[in-house]
């Protein structure tokens, strides 16, 4: 087999593989409609009753809908439905100013408050929700306290929080309430001391301590700030013997007695004050508790009496009790205790953590910076979604910040008034299996307000409607009639549940499904059902098995350039069937003339025939799409100069046109003229050419067309150009020459100096030779020497 064919057919599978991997309508190998419509949100079931061929299973009426219309099924017998939704409840966001008193129910911050939504199967439905942080937005804080024995000087501090604290928050909200609870430990051992006298005092010493107890409402909420100095200020010490103390029970009871504490619809603030770590589920086993925290209210008389009958709740039931409940918690713990309570933060949503001085003198600021550190964040939550549903989010933040992803739920750094929107996308997959569904719940974290959504699914077809159940078009009844086909009863197969299902396999069935007198069953491209072919699927959704014998198929055809009956016809029983103005076996052969029309209007200009939509030159100068390109004419050089110069140099007239006026060749540059294609080297004709550039330098390429059409330009990369004077050895040259020439007079100079010389001694010297001196005295010449003789010099005895 030739090689190229073995690998198109190789990658024909490949191609088919993936595609059929990629069409899970085809791949949900649906009965009926509604199944159709729930593998993927591109399926559609054809209702047409003629539209299967011979041998189609019914589940081929289920396909991507432009491939149902290309199969032959009007776009108006084929179910598509889509989703939808609808608004039920869209009031606006609020905006006023403290000025504008408005009830805490009259404050809207989310919008909208209800929406209507109809699922499709892989269909993504979505919508907007906008979110305004409101002005003067009421506010209650509960300050729940650790009353042990380690918090006495705190306690001082405190009982004049209630005045201070709502002088402070006024410049937040005009609606502020304020409530006051307290907590110690479980009253069983090992927590405290069960003997009658630690009962009474289970501080040591001279120090005077109220009974422990496990958790204490004092106050419920209330705006009046001197009642809260009043009420804490008669509270009292307590003590117990470990240092982890219950204030997992008071908060639980504080987050579930909504009615005992006062909360209303507004900001919730729960203060947490303690200077120790916390006891959780699990350790009031230590006393004998074993019966898990049942998460409920159990105040009496504002005292929890509980305790000893039930455990400490868990760290995610607080989180579920304290998000159910809109509460937002702020811890303020002491340094010591820092890591273990911003643990524990990051367990619990809207929460924050606050460093308490050693007297608690610095409470206020940290609520205050808490409460502004919690506000600034707004976090979406949704409550449990019903099975094969899924949510994303979009945050459209401040500033133009997005977040997407698993922040996409998440908008930071909002102040009073700023407005952020949301995009959520909601999607199902399939239908869900129960029928009576909860609606799903979106709110902000720490606030009341929330957005319900209503679900519902499309599940069934409209045409489902409209069936007719034991329709005599399933064989005397034997199924419903709906959508174009039938969906058979149970026990009953077959195209019009004709047969039942314990006599699909027999001698006389399986002989009307062999053509003439072949032995094989369906021609082994499918399966025999009620003595009927039923055809086999193929991986490729595209390519089908047809006729009463499965013999024939659509992708068995001719192929042109690795299309099927070259793109431009359908295969049918193993022949192209042409579209209009395509002819030939593979539909390759074109029949439309105008692109073969030259210039001139005329067919390939005068110079050839038109066949299959392309010139065939008969002239063999021309080439060229229509003939008119003559690679050997005169004037060819010079009509591609500029082109080849711009693109192969950068230079010429046409150096800024050059990407629009100069793409229709391909340039290629070679290294030396020896290096472009001559002529008796291609079965194309060549033409040298030599031109001189805009910098004055002479450059050689060839033009050719190729392949009748592809022109085709080689260049030598770098002009010839007409080498200038080297001015350097000219000047060196000019040095040395006059260098050497001043040597020249100067050895000319001292020659003649020496001649002349030599001249003049030779004169002296014969005028010396020449010359008569006269030795006489001469007779004016005087000696310098004057002799005296001592006129006693000689005599004896002389006396001097």
């Known amino acids: 087999m030739d090689l190229r064919l073995i690998l198109m057919t190789f990658g024909l599978f490949f191609c088919c593989h993936a595609s059929k991997e990629g069409n899970e309508c085809i791949n949900a190998n649906a009965k009926y409609c509604g199944e159709c419509i729930q593998a993927g949100a591109k399926c559609g079931w054809c209702t047409d009753p003629n539209f299967l061929k011979q041998g189609e299973t019914v589940s081929s009426r289920c396909d991507e809908v432009e491939s149902l219309i290309k199969r032959g099924c009007n776009l108006t017998l084929i179910e598509n439905p889509v989703g939808k939704q609808r608004v039920l409840k869209n009031i606006p966001v609020t905006n006023r100013g403290k000025n504008k008193k408005l009830k805490p129910e009259e404050i809207t911050q989310i919008q909208p408050q209800k929406l209507d939504i109809t699922l499709r199967s892989g269909e993504p439905q979505s919508f907007n929700l906008t979110f305004k942080r409101a002005e003067d937005y009421p506010i209650d804080l509960y300050y729940l306290m650790d009353l042990s024995y380690s918090m006495k000087d705190d306690l001082e501090n405190v ?343 314990n006599e699909i396999s027999t001698e006389d069935m399986d002989l009307a499904c062999r053509n003439k007198n072949s032995t094989d069953i369906c021609s082994n491209n499918g399966e025999c059902v009620c003595g009927k072919c039923e055809c086999k699927t193929r991986e490729n959704p595209n390519e089908r098995y047809s006729g009463k014998y499965c013999e024939c198929d659509n992708f068995n055809c001719d192929r042109s350039g690795n299309l099927l009956c070259g793109g431009h016809g359908r295969c049918e029983c193993g022949k192209c069937v042409c579209d209009p103005m395509w002819s030939e076996s593979a539909c390759d052969c074109s029949l439309d003339k105008s692109t073969c029309l030259a210039s001139n209007k005329q067919e390939c200009n005068g110079r050839g025939t038109c066949k299959c939509g392309s010139c065939k030159c008969t002239d063999p100068k021309f080439q060229g799409p229509t003939c008119e390109t003559c690679p050997t004419c005169p004037g060819v050089c010079a009509e591609h100069k500029e082109c080849v110069e711009c693109k192969a140099f950068g230079t010429g007239e046409k150096k800024d046109t050059c990407q629009q006026e100069c793409s229709d060749f391909n340039l290629i540059e070679v290294k030396s003229r020896d290096k472009l294609p001559q002529p008796h080297e291609t079965p194309y004709p060549v033409m040298h050419c030599k031109e001189r550039d805009a910098n004055d330098c002479w450059f050689y390429y060839t033009y050719a067309v190729k392949n009748k059409t592809e022109k085709v330009v080689h260049v030598v990369e770098k002009p010839e150009c007409p080498t200038g004077p080297d001015i350097v050895p000219i000047v060196i040259g000019v040095v040395v020459g006059i260098v050497l020439i001043g040597l020249a007079l100067l050895f000319i100079w001292k020659l003649l100096m020496i001649i002349h010389d030599r001249r003049e001694f030779a004169k002296f010297e014969k005028e010396k030779m020449n010359a008569k001196w006269d030795t006489q005295e001469n007779p004016i010449y005087k000696s310098p020497i004057n002799q005296f003789q001592n006129p006693s010099y000689g005599r004896k005895g002389a006396v001097l």
């Open 159 to 501: 009982k004049n929080l209630g005045t201070s604290l709502m002088l402070e928050m006024t410049k937040i909200t005009s609606d502020f309430r304020i409530g006051f609870g307290s907590f110690v430990e479980k009253t069983v051992m090992p927590y405290i001391s069960t003997t009658p006298a630690k009962l009474l005092n289970p501080c040591t010493g001279d120090q005077t301590c109220t009974s422990p107890f496990s958790y204490k409402n004092v106050l419920k909420l209330t705006s009046n700030g001197s009642l809260f100095n009043t009420l804490v200020g008669q509270q009292h010490i307590s003590g117990n013997l470990d240092s982890p103390e219950g204030g997992f029970d008071a908060i639980m009871q504080v987050a579930v007695c909504g009615d005992q504490i006062g909360w209303r619809n507004v900001t919730r603030l729960l203060v947490f004050s303690t200077d120790a770590g916390f006891h959780f589920a699990g350790d009031g086993k230590l006393g004998g508790i074993v019966l898990p925290n049942d998460g409920k209210c159990h105040l009496e008389n504002n005292i929890y009496t509980m305790s000893h009958y039930y455990d400490y709740p868990s760290i995610a039931h607080l989180v579920q009790k304290l998000s159910d409940n809109n509460i937002q918690t702020i811890f303020a713990v002491t340094e010591e205790f820092q890591p273990v309570y911003q643990e524990l933060k990051n367990l619990i949503p809207k929460s924050a953590v606050g460093t308490l001085s050693a007297n608690s003198s610095n409470v206020i600021n940290l609520i205050v910076d808490a409460y502004n550190s919690l506000s600034s964040e707004v976090i979406l939550e949704n409550s449990k979604l019903p099975d094969g549903v899924t949510i994303a989010y979009t945050a459209h933040c401040k500033n133009g910040v997005v977040n997407e992803g698993e922040n996409g739920r998440k908008c930071s750094n909002i102040s009073i008034g700023d407005e952020v929107k949301f995009s959520i996308s909601i999607t199902s997959k399939g239908c869900p299996t129960k029928t009576k569904l909860k609606p799903i719940k979106i709110k902000p974290l720490g606030f009341t307000e929330e957005l319900e959504i209503h679900l519902n699914f499309i599940c069934e077809c409209e045409c489902h409607k409209k069936g007719i159940k034991d329709s005599p078009d399933c064989h005397f009844g034997n199924g419903t009639y709906e959508c174009g086909a039938c969906r058979c009863n149970e026990g009953r197969v077959g195209r019009n549940c004709e047969c039942s299902s």
